[in-house]
């Protein structure tokens, strides 16, 4: 299984090592930055520092376009743990906070806050920690969070959860290995400033408490080694670690093997195997933070290529727009055909898409080549010759990867380990046919994430449309529920006065029958008066039961099936009255029932049942006017805006409704009905008919306004449905 | 005699074998029996679970159903050829071409309220499959960016016509790798 702590540093102290599978040689260039010491960058007049800096989520920002802000000062903040703020890089004036290209292979424009600066680069006030061994570790651990750092390696992994683990550890490895060619900001930060990278090891160790440390540098930096070997050689149990060079030791993955010959497992974490893992550029950035205060504000980059004429290493503010490196090492665009600014190293930087894209937390070079240092776009066919298998430092088949990235085969490529793929370019390096291997897997990798993405969001998708059905289905339940309890308790109240109401409509029956026989002998003229008065009374005696069942029931559901049921009942009545008495009687339906009583009831009750009408009427007039009105007078202005909208909407509403009639021929049928209903009531027998026909008038008002209720329901009710 | 008897004590032999194993396999049958996914269920996994109703269906589930029952796949304008292909190579049928008449394929949406002119209606409310629309009566209305499918079912309900259906912003979380790679020359 895994290497003993022990055996690891018996081979150690015999000075051995372990290697990596795989790795390529590639030319390091690197003598044409690191020759001089890091230089100083006049403060450029415009900064960008793009809101998320590293990988977790981003803080919320704290200031607003116009404010001045001190160097130093904390841009966002945040309580979740995954979050590190911003700072502003030197004092200055917020002048936009807006979206601006950022340093991503995309390019896509992200929140960035734009600080113009005053020239005067004035401090913020700081607190250090200086007594940090005294302190508990937390308050160590906020330290550093609240100085924005996370890892300057290149992942950009927020450092203090990286600094908290929750398993014992046996190595903490300080990675200055900086494999990659042309990059050399580590080396000169090492030779510079090895003392400063030695306090920042300290303060790690404080917060892991490591069995041991190793510092892990390539054999090409002889002068780094030097200075960090002086500066650790007070503390036996810091270790610098002579590194043969070969890309890509300094992975991370790559590098625990080569010092403890552990193997990270797939999808593992380093301190799986008891090894945590920081860059120099951040342990200088702790000490940083917690003996001066500072917070992460400014980092080394490597400006090189030939394409600049004097290449190095220059201290570059935090959001400084490549364009201000670039001028002041002094950049020759004529070396390039077309201009290619690369952001990282060669093997795994990306071309910009513009110059004003800022430095960040991880910018560790700018590289601009020129035509002859980069080789063309000149794919050719894979001929298998397996060069990319033997490089692969992940021990991975690029091959096999690549032909199933290109046939957009994503489980294929995920069943040979597309995710352990580290992106290093050893394969794409080495390959005759000048495949851009990496490219491919990048695609590939892309792809599964917003496909995984995707099938997250169907799932949540899934997931509420049926929880939605499962509502649905128990609010109707609960409707219908309810209507029930309310038709029995309907029953009851009927059945506990039934003989008394069986009685009456006998009585009403015989009247009916008697008024009857007397029409038929009357004038046409004489009978109108007497059949008109009850057919009102009881239109208002209907009316009276309206208010009744919508001040008790409140559901304008119901209050649309009542009017419908009430309709019915009249037609049926109507229809049943003359031919078949004792059949009415019978019948179960209530409202029927209800309905026939209340027409065929004597005057008197109408009577009784019209001043309640008038008197309830005026109750609620009286309520409702003051309500309505006093709001009004209280908010003039406001109702005559609100009202100035209502009229557009309801405008709008109409010409929609008007287009639709025209373009839709749907709402035909429910005309039709309409038409039915009318038609039923003026084809009722003789005898109703001459009441009804003065009925008409008033219910054709009620039954279209019924009927447009039925209809929105039932739009709904479609809507529901095809949903 | 001897030959007679051996050929019954290998019949014997074999018979008894293939008894126990018959047992022994018809056991393994019953007892490590493996569950799998109904067909619908698999179905509904590969849909995009917009419940749009394009294909006709009240929801992908129904149209899972329905495929399930023999009709054809091709009626998913939000899943597009993707879904068309995994679908056939589910059912083991040929994939074809998207049908016309239920739509387009077309680019990720979400719908946008534009809140003063939302007169509080509900009814995009009651038309969202996934309830992705926050609101009450007569207050303003919004759509819950992260749960929109973009399904396109609340714009047709509202009365004044302020929902509309925006295309999802590209961000680099999102983004998918599509640059030219950088090749370093081989030197040496």
Redesign the interface.
Known sequence: MQNSFDDVIEKLNNHELWDFPGGVF??ERKTLSNQTPIGKLPIPERLYVTVKQHIGVEGQLIVEVGQKVLKGQALTKSMNPFAVPIHASTSGEITAIHKHV?A???G?P?LTVQITSDQQDKWTQLSPLVDYQNQPKIQVLTAICDAGISGMGGAGFPTHIKSSPKKDVDFLIINGIECE?YITSDDRLMREHAWQIRQGIDVLCHLLKPKHVLIGIENNKPEAIEAMQVACRENPNYRVCNVPTKYPAGGEKQLIQVLTNREVPAKGLPVDVGVIMHNVGTCFAIADAIFSGKPLISRIVTVTGEAIEKPGNVWALIGSPVAHLLAHCEYKQRLQKQTNI?MGG??M???ITSNLVPVVKTTNCILAPTD??????NEQACIRCGACADVCPASLLPQQLFWHAKAKELDKAQDYNLFDCIEC?AC???CPS?I?L??YY??A???IR?EQ??KQ??????D?????EIRLIAEQHARDEKHRLAAEARKQAMASKGNNAKDKIAAALARAKAKKQGISKADDKQVVPTGVTPANKSAQATKAEATDTSTKAASSNRRVQAAIARAKAKKAAAETSVANPELKAKNDVTELEEKILKEQQPDADIKVATEQLAKTQKNIRAEVTPAVIAPQHQEPTKADSKQA??AA?VA??KA?REAKKITNNQDAPNQVTAANVDNTETNSPVEQAKTEAQQIEMKKRKIAAAVAKAKAKK??EK????? | MSITFAILTALLAIGLLALIFGVVLGFAAVKFKVESDPLVEQIDQILPQTQCGQCGYPGCKPYAQAIADGDEINKCPPGGDATIKNLADLMGVEAKPLDAAHGQEDIKKVAYIREDECIGCTKCIQACPVDAILGAAKQMHTVIVDECTGCDLCVDPCPVDCIDMLPVANSTSSWRWNIDAIAIKQVG
């Open positions: 590639p030319a950022s991503h292979p995309s896509l992200e060619p690369i060669p093997m930087g990306f071309s002859k240092e980069i080789a063309g776009n370019g794409a390096y080495v000048e851009p990496v490219h990048r695609i990798k892309s792809e917003v993405e995707e969001k169907s799932d949540k998708a899934r509420r449309f049926e929880k939605r909208k209502i909407a709008k509403a929609k739009a709904t809507a529901d449905k095809s949903s």
